[in-house]
Structure formats: C-alpha cells, structure tokens
C-alpha cells in the first residue's frame, strides 16, 4: 500500500511536522486495519468510495468519534491518495465521491484580557530558574501567538536582542519574524542568566531542570497550571493563548491581515474565525449600553 513511500513524500515534499505526518500515518493504517478486519481484506483497486463512506459511518456511529477528528482522518486519507495519483502508483481517487460529515463550528476558547493581566501582573512566578522559564513560556505563547511546536523549536540564537524579534519556524518549515516587547526582551534575559547555571549543550531556548530540551507535555503542564490560577475555562492549553493573543489583538484594534502574518496562517480564512470572538464582545457592549437593547 506504498506506507512507508507516503511517509517520505510527507516528511520531504510536504514538509509536515513529525508529529502530523506520525497522525496522517495512523489515521490511514486505521483505514486499512477497518479494510482488514471489517471486509476481510481489500487490494487497493478493490477500495472505492463506497468502503471509504463505510469506515466514516464505523468511526461516528461504532467508534463515537467526533466530526471534526473524522474530517481529519478523511484529509489523511485524500492526501494518500492525491499521493498515489501523483506518483502514478493508481489511477483511481475514491475520496472525491465521499462528503465530509457537517460539523457544527464552535468559536475559539480565549482567556478575558483581565484575567491574563492578573496572571502576568501578579507575584505568582518564583525568582529562580524553573520561575523564569514558566514565566516565559506563558508571555512568550500569549505575546506572540506562536504554536507549541514553535515554542519547542525556538533556538536560543533565533532571539534577536538588538531588533528585538524572534524567529520561529512553522509549519512545513516556512520562517517568519514575530517582534517581541521591551518586557518580553528583559523576560528573556533574566532567564537566560538562570539558564546558564545550568549545564547544558542544548541549542533551544526552553530546557527542563536537567539541560535538556523542553517537551511537550511540561509545557502544557505550565500553562495548565497558571491558567488555573486566573480562569475557569474548561480547556487551559498552550493553543488557548494562541487563541487569546489573536483576539486580544483584534479587540485592541489590530486588523486581519497583520494578525495573520503574525500567527503564520497561510490564509486569511483561516484568520477570520477570531472576528467572531470580536463580535460577541460588540454585541455583549450593544446590549448593555443601548436603552433599547
């Protein structure tokens, strides 16, 4: 079924991070595990659209799976066979007879600006290495509304101290430059001054306690923690404060287009989701201020 083949074209041609092309590879072995041992086994010019709808309908109705994870599960599937297609090992692309499953769009989750500026104003962060570096993950996440793998993969030589900027590097590898406040510049370096107490080679900027990289799941840990001093949100991750950068800069008069160039989106649609955000808070005033309301 040309596996390991796809994995490469997703690794070199597409320049997906390893943790999608690690979800694009398990999504499509799911499929041909449900080819497997739900219909005993199919070639690939025995798979039509027709088995594709079957393994969709098996993942909502049997395996409780959300639309929007089905919809990613089947974006795994036509990026498999769009492959197939282009490197001419098939003729025959199956997905584009299958609809995706309506999903019912839910606006982006965000901290309230008070609530953020409690967190940041407030004694919360001990004056030590391990305090530093939270601190900083936490303003860093929320100034610049970077990723959390951008986040992980920041160097310390991407931090420009003169131009007062950082270089991230995002999905399929594309660069861009995110600027960095007075404070964030002076956050940084009192980390630094932390960080090199500790003996390490490691290049990136975020390390744990014993030099190595920072992973993951400690960062989640960080924000989880510190969201839950301040806010009630059920959802307290490192992509909520993305979402919080993003709106926060909207309300404040920000426009889309510079939003977008600072979240590293490749489209302005993918942007304009957080006007919705915007919006609710008008219409929140509107009602509270209009004596017709």
Known sequence: MYITDFKVYLESEKRFSPHTVVAYINDLQQFLDFTENQLGGLSLKEINHKTVRSWLVSLLDVGGISGNSVNRKLSSLKTYYRY???????????????????????????VDQIAMNNLLSKDLFTDDFVGSRDQLVI?????????????????????????????????????????????????????????SGISSMEPKLIITEKGKGAYPKLVYNIVNKYLGMV?????????????????????????????????????????????????????????????RA
Request: charged fraction near 20%; glycine fraction near 4%.
């Open 139 to 195: 303003e860093l996440l929320y100034q610049t509304g970077i990723r959390l793998s951008e986040l992980l993969g920041i160097k310390v030589s991407d931090v420009d101290q003169f131009v007062k900027s950082v270089k991230v590097t995002g999905k399929r590898n594309k660069q861009r430059i995110v600027p960095i406040t007075v404070e964030l510049q002076k956050l940084i370096l009192h980390y630094l001054k932390f960080r």
């Open 84 to 110: 197939l297609l282009l490197s001419g090992k098939h003729d025959v692309n199956p997905t584009l007879k299958v609809v995706s499953p309506k999903v019912s769009k839910k606006l982006p989750e965000f």
């Open 231 to 291: 806010s009630t949100i059920n959802k307290k991750s490192p992509h909520i404060l993305r979402h919080t950068f993003a709106t926060h800069m909207l309300n404040n008069g920000a426009d889309l287009n510079t939003i977008k160039e600072l979240l590293g989106h490749a489209s302005l649609s993918a942007t304009q989701v957080y006007t919705h955000n915007s919006f609710e808070k008008l219409k929140t005033i509107y009602n509270q201020a209009h004596p």
